[in-house]
T-cell receptor, first 113, second 109 residues
Framework: EADIYQTPRYLVIGTGKKITLECSQT?????MYWYQQDPGMELHLIHY???????EKGDLSSESTVSRIRTEHFPLTLESARPSHTSQYLC????????????FGPGTRLLVL | GENVEQHPSTLSVQEGDSAVIKCTYS??????FPWYKQELGKRPQLIID?????GEKKDQRIAVTLNKTAKHFSLHITETQPEDSAVYFC????????FGAGTRLTVKP
């Protein structure tokens, strides 16, 4: 079944650790996105990608990096986790042009101690 | 770039009443306007959308209206039920895409 998958779903980690949040989609979509969202609050765009080898910065990009080596895979890396990174991270994807409805993954809840 | 404002931030209604959430956008190039519902602990999911060549769209108890001249669009939920309680996000898509800040809707039984 076409869907968006995120792993891990929950992560507790200490300050200063490097972490990578995984996102993969079987939707056949070109465009992918990462959002940070505190529960029930505003969606903040971190990074997005138009396709393979394309990465663009969003509003909260300064403390993380992304890569897009394969169409279906869009991992997000925090080089040095801090308590301020505690939040939910949502991955999404859409077709490249036209009806750009975004479909969201289930999210990763991150707690940095 | 696009800027989307959403009001109100919280909305409480009695079961059976109607709920209206309004959004305004700034970029006249925006031509597609989806609405998402996010239940507690779950991912945002598309519930209805509208394109710039249409003024209104309805799907059962949910409707969306668009006024391109005024650059605003609204979500209307009629005969609200407790399961409509969630956070609702509007979005405007054109050369850019932006979400509104969200509206927390509570339907009291």
């Amino acid at each position: 079944e076409a869907d968006i998958y995120q792993t891990p779903r929950y992560l507790v980690i200490g300050t200063g650790k490097k972490i990578t949040l995984e996102c993969s989609q079987t939707m056949g979509h070109d465009k992918m996105y990462w959002y940070q969202q505190d529960p029930g609050m505003e969606l903040h765009l971190i990074h997005y990608s138009y396709g393979v080898n394309s990465t663009e910065k969003g509003d909260l990009s300064s403390e993380s990096t992304v890569s897009r080596i394969r169409t279906e895979h869009f991992p997000l890396t925090l080089e040095s986790a801090r308590p301020s990174h505690t939040s939910q991270y949502l991955c999404a994807s859409s077709i490249l042009a036209g009806e750009e409805t975004q479909y969201f993954g289930p999210g990763t809840r991150l707690l940095v101690l | 770039g696009e800027n989307v404002e959403q009001h109100p931030s919280t909305l409480s209604v009695q079961e059976g009443d109607s709920a209206v959430i309004k959004c305004t956008y700034s970029d006249s190039a925006s031509n597609y306007f989806p609405w998402y519902k996010q239940e507690l602990g779950k991912r945002p999911q598309l519930i209805i959308d509208i394109r710039s060549n249409v003024g209104e769209k309805k799907d059962q108890r949910i409707a969306v209206t668009l006024n391109k001249t005024a650059k605003h669009f609204s979500l209307h939920i009629t005969e609200t039920q407790p399961e409509d309680s969630a956070v609702y996000f509007c979005a405007a898509i054109g050369s850019d895409m932006r979400f509104g800040a969200g509206t927390r809707l509570t339907v009291k039984p």
